[in-house]
T-cell receptor
């Protein structure tokens, strides 16, 4: 069974802290994504990566960075957390082998609260 | 740029009612279209998909037909169950890396 796992389901941090969200997939997928999900706004893409050490900005990269040192792992970093980064964060992966489908596989999400 | 618009929720139905969730899209090319579902406390999972005009995707009693002439991909189910209560996302991809998601429609089904 294919799987995308995220390091925490719930996280509470303080303003100004550095926050790491980890995502691991076991499907040998090349592509990995970080989204944030907010009510009424759907999913917004923060960053994605199509290969190890490669990264591309999504629609809302400000205040975030990412790291992909290994194919199976994609980390999202909040350099200095702020209250407006309180959200649900979803990681996803996909394979480019069948681009007509491009189905994404999602992790369970991390609900981050910044106080 | 590409975009997806879906009906606002929440949608509240009684068990065994007919469900329609409207979805329209804007795309320059010939996108693939998807419906994803998010059950409470979980991430999204693919419900169904269609890659070309007039294709019908179906799964778990849900159906959607890719209508190029109306740029639509409406989700339907003939008889909903309480277990269908979830958030439903319409999405498209144009073959590139990115998937464009709609805002999501929350469905509540009452027993």
């Amino acid at each position: 069974d294919v799987k995308v796992t995220q390091s925490s389901r719930y996280l509470v941090k303080r303003t100004g802290e550095k926050v790491f969200l980890e995502c691991v997939q076991d499907m040998d997928h090349e592509n990995m994504f970080w989204y944030r999900q907010d009510p009424g706004l759907g999913l917004r893409l923060i960053y994605f990566s199509y290969d190890v050490k490669m990264k591309e900005k999504g629609d809302i990269p400000e205040g975030y960075s990412v790291s992909r040192e290994k194919k199976e792992r994609f980390s999202l970093i909040l350099e200095s957390a702020s209250t407006n980064q309180t959200s649900m964060y979803l990681c996803a992966s996909s394979s480019p082998l069948d681009p007509a489908w491009n189905e994404q596989f999602f992790g369970p999400g991390t609900r981050l609260t910044v106080l | 740029g590409d975009s997806v618009t879906q009906m606002e929720g929440p949608v509240t139905l009684s068990e065994e009612a007919f469900l329609t969730i409207n979805c329209t899209y804007t795309a320059t090319g010939y996108p693939s279209l998807f419906w994803y579902v998010q059950y409470p406390g979980e991430g999204l999972q693919l419900l169904l998909k269609a890659t070309k005009a007039d294709d019908k995707g179906s799964n778990k009693g849900f159906e959607a037909t890719y209508r190029k002439e109306t740029t639509s991909f409406h989700l339907e189910k003939g008889s909903v169950q309480v277990s269908d209560s979830a958030v439903y996302f319409c999405a498209l991809t144009d073959g590139g890396f990115k998937t464009i998601f709609g805002a999501g429609t929350r469905l509540f089904v009452k027993a």
